[in-house]
């Protein structure tokens, strides 16, 4: 069966270390893989999207790579800050079919302390 | 100003009750999306809509009803059939299949 894994234990890193963050999935052929950040009791906010044939995709101090043939996507915070603490979900679009359908994982959460 | 809005943001029932959840969207975007979110889980898909007057269900729809007369709004019903209706309901939209999810700020729902 499809299933896309994060780790569901909350990662703890002090402020100005990178954090990385881990998806994994197994059955799946995605044509893209987003990541969101999710604060509590609040929607889901759009971070980065990366494609099936892009290795990497950077957007200030967020970065992201995928790799296809490990079926895993990194997705590493550098000077990382308090503010940066949230759960932070993956999401992907298989590429078979025409809808635009997400599945999300179940998301990691952040905690940065100073 | 564009987004998504949902409400309301907490909503009490008592068993048995059908209860409606608003999503509105200004967003222009064609298809629309309802999660439910329990606790330390991820996003489940109920019900997703591609274009106005169709809809399809996702992976948690017994129990569940919508409908989407106009491209602004898809309301998300929770029928008494639902057996576990406590949850936080996400609505989202999508501009295309390459774009990302925009997010309302979801609604709690409570079944006493």
């Known amino acids: 069966s499809q299933k896309i894994e994060q780790n569901s234990e909350a990662l703890n890193i002090q402020e100005g270390k990178t954090a990385t963050l881990t998806c994994n999935y197994t059955n799946y052929s995605p044509a893209y893989l987003q990541w969101y950040r999710q604060d509590p009791g609040r929607g889901p906010v759009f971070l980065l999207l990366i494609r099936e044939n892009e290795k990497e995709k950077r957007k200030e101090r967020l970065k992201v790579t995928f790799d296809t043939t490990l079926k895993q996507s990194l997705f590493h915070i550098t000077a990382s800050q308090p503010a940066d603490s949230a759960t932070y979900l993956c999401a992907l679009l298989g590429a078979t079919g025409t809808a635009s359908k997400l599945t999300f994982g179940t998301g990691t959460r952040l905690q940065v302390t100073l | ?77 929770v029928t008494s059939a639902q057996k576990n209706p406590t949850a936080f309901y996400l609505c989202a939209s999508m501009a295309g299949r390459w774009n990302e999810q925009f997010f309302g700020p979801g609604t709690r729902l409570t079944v006493l």
């Open chain 2, 1 to 77: 100003d564009g987004g998504i809005t949902q409400s309301p943001k907490y909503l009490f029932r008592k068993e048995g009750q059908n209860v409606t959840l608003s999503c509105e969207q200004n967003l222009n975007h064609d298809a629309m999306y309802w999660y439910r979110q329990d606790p330390g889980q991820g996003l489940r898909l109920i019900y997703y809509s591609q274009i106005v007057n169709d809809f399809q269900k996702g992976d948690i729809a017994e129990g569940y009803s919508v409908s989407r007369e106009k491209k602004e709004s898809f309301p998300l019903t």
